[in-house]
């Protein structure tokens, strides 16, 4: 049975860092994408970042490029998401996926963590 399971969030104040872990279990996950999304109170969840499997590239939204870092440790099953300068609009809870490929639509992505919670104080 694959599971995930987040950690780190937490509070922190505008142009702060935050580290999320996602430890994953179930299967080979070097071999399949993984992700990170977020989804803010009334807003869809949207992608934020995705490895390929076997490293094969990332990808970043606008939004974060340039301030969150995704990278991967399949050795531990770990996928991490350093984020820096983070500001009040990055508050939201952040949740990390695995699915076959790398897609922009979360119903497409088949396992999920709970999610944790980050907040971004001014």
């Known amino acids: 049975q694959v599971q995930l399971v987040e950690s780190g969030g937490g509070s922190a104040q505008t142009e702060g860092s935050l580290t999320l872990s996602c430890k994953a279990s179930g299967r080979t996950f070097a071999l399949y994408p993984m992700a990170w999304f977020r989804q803010a109170p009334g807003k869809e969840r949207e992608l934020l970042a995705a490895l390929r499997g076997l490293k094969r590239g990332a990808y970043y939204t606008p939004a974060v490029e340039g301030r969150f870092t995704i990278s991967r440790d399949d050795a531990q099953n770990v996928l991490t998401l350093q984020m820096n300068n983070l500001k009040p609009a990055d508050t939201a809870v952040y949740f990390c996926?695995?699915?076959?490929?790398?897609?922009?639509?979360?119903?497409?992505?088949?396992?999920w963590g709970q999610g944790t919670q980050v907040t971004v104080s001014s």
């Open positions: 996926a695995t699915s076959e490929r790398v897609t922009t639509m979360p119903s497409q992505w088949d396992y």
